[in-house]
């Protein structure tokens, strides 16, 4: 079973560890991963140390096939964004991942 | 495109939108850090983020298999390894497709 954290459960995190009255948390939630999106949108990747990279990915168009009605459909050339986790991030995971299977 | 920019120059853009609020500088970097330490937590946890208009977050298992040690060629049981993955949400990933090339 798990569970999923959303923007209001890190809102109550700054709440109580930073102190941010309810209404800034949630507004600093909003606004750290809305500059994020707007870094990432004018071509900018973002490098958080601690936790991973956001980079920019542009790929060329392809021929692609409607799965259902096998029709052939070109995909366009597009921009996409991938997720590169810091060393960081991969030593916490083997960590809880050691703890996990023993 | 192809530059990033770095966890401190996200912080001072945030600093620069956040000015004139109550919101410091250091309740600003420590506000990262803390979002920062908790969404690596909950991955390493094995629970899920989801950040609406964003994209979400999970822990991905690849299955343990049996390597080979390239010198000699005798097998060896290499462990089940987790890794976070992120899938940019439907708005991100819209917004981002079409500036390919820019």
Known sequence: MTDTVTKTDLAEILYMEVGLNKREASEFVSVFFETIKAQLLAGHGVKLSGFGNFELRDKKSRPGRNPKTLEEIPISARRVVAFKPGQKLRNTIETYAGSRSQ | ?102
């Open chain 2, 1 to 102: 495109m192809k530059d990033s920019i770095t966890r401190s120059e996200l912080i001072n853009i945030l600093a620069a939108q956040f000015e004139g609020s109550e919101l410091s500088k250091s309740d600003i970097s420590l506000s990262v850090r803390e979002i920062i330490n908790h969404m690596s937590a909950t991955i390493a946890n094995g629970d899920r983020i989801e950040i609406r208009g964003f994209g979400s977050f999970t822990l991905r298992q690849r299955n343990p298999r049996m390597g080979r040690n390239p010198k000699t060629g005798e097998p060896v049981p290499l462990g089940a390894k987790y890794a976070p993955h992120f899938k940019p949400g439907k708005d991100l990933k819209e917004q981002v497709k079409d500036k390919v090339g820019t």
